[in-house]
């Protein structure tokens, strides 16, 4: 099962989402959440201003799965959101895809399909992998959330500079620790 399939990045879509509104140094900005989905190959043309306020919502909304430890609870906020939202899985074929999987119904806008297809993809990572390769950063101070689609399922940072960061850091501390020679 590819956990970021259907080529739209869903899963990354819906990291960059949710730190964009949600982080302390996140930009929700217009141009922003145009960015964050022609990052991740959604139609970013079809966006208008009026989808932001939308798009922010989701965000906030989908906070609050990376912030869960619990799988049940992850799970019934999962089922909640797919009881919600408009859903219609069907099979499309168009360029530059191919052959895929959309979740949305096809006269859906821009918003509803952004939030069928990242609710699906976080579904998808979760009945693969639990909530292991999902949540908030460790590092100190950092309110970023991450998900790990890695063959190796270990990350547990949203960044390399704050897994930088927190390894210097215990490092430094170590070598105090020790009296010198």
């Known amino acids: 099962m590819q956990t970021i399939g259907y080529k739209s990045k869903g899963v990354a879509a819906a990291v960059a989402l949710v730190n964009a509104v949600t982080s302390a140094d ?5 141009e922003a959440l145009r960015a964050i989905l022609r990052d991740n190959e959604y139609f ?3 966006f208008e201003p009026s989808d932001a306020g939308a798009l922010r919502e989701w ?3 989908l906070r609050s799965f990376f912030e869960s430890t619990d799988l049940a609870e992850a799970a019934a906020l999962l089922n909640d959101l797919m009881l919600a939202i408009p859903m219609h899985p069907h099979i499309a074929n168009h360029e530059p895809h191919g052959v895929h999987m959309h979740y949305a119904p096809p ?6 399909r952004i939030r069928a297809s990242t609710l699906m993809k976080l579904s998808e990572l979760v009945c ?23 063959r190796a399922g270990r990350r547990r940072f ?4 704050c897994a930088n960061r927190t390894n210097v850091a215990a490092f ?9 020679a």
């Open 26 to 30: 996140g930009d929700d900005s217009e």
């Open 44 to 46: 970013w043309q079809q």
């Open 59 to 61: 965000g906030r909304t």
């Open 107 to 112: 006269s859906a806008r821009l918003p509803d």
């Open 128 to 150: 693969q992998h639990g909530l292991s390769r999902t949540g908030v950063c460790a590092a100190d101070g950092c309110d970023r959330v991450y998900a790990d689609v890695s």
């Open 158 to 161: 949203c960044s390399e500079s």
């Open 172 to 180: 430094r501390a170590r070598r105090r620790a020790v009296p010198p």
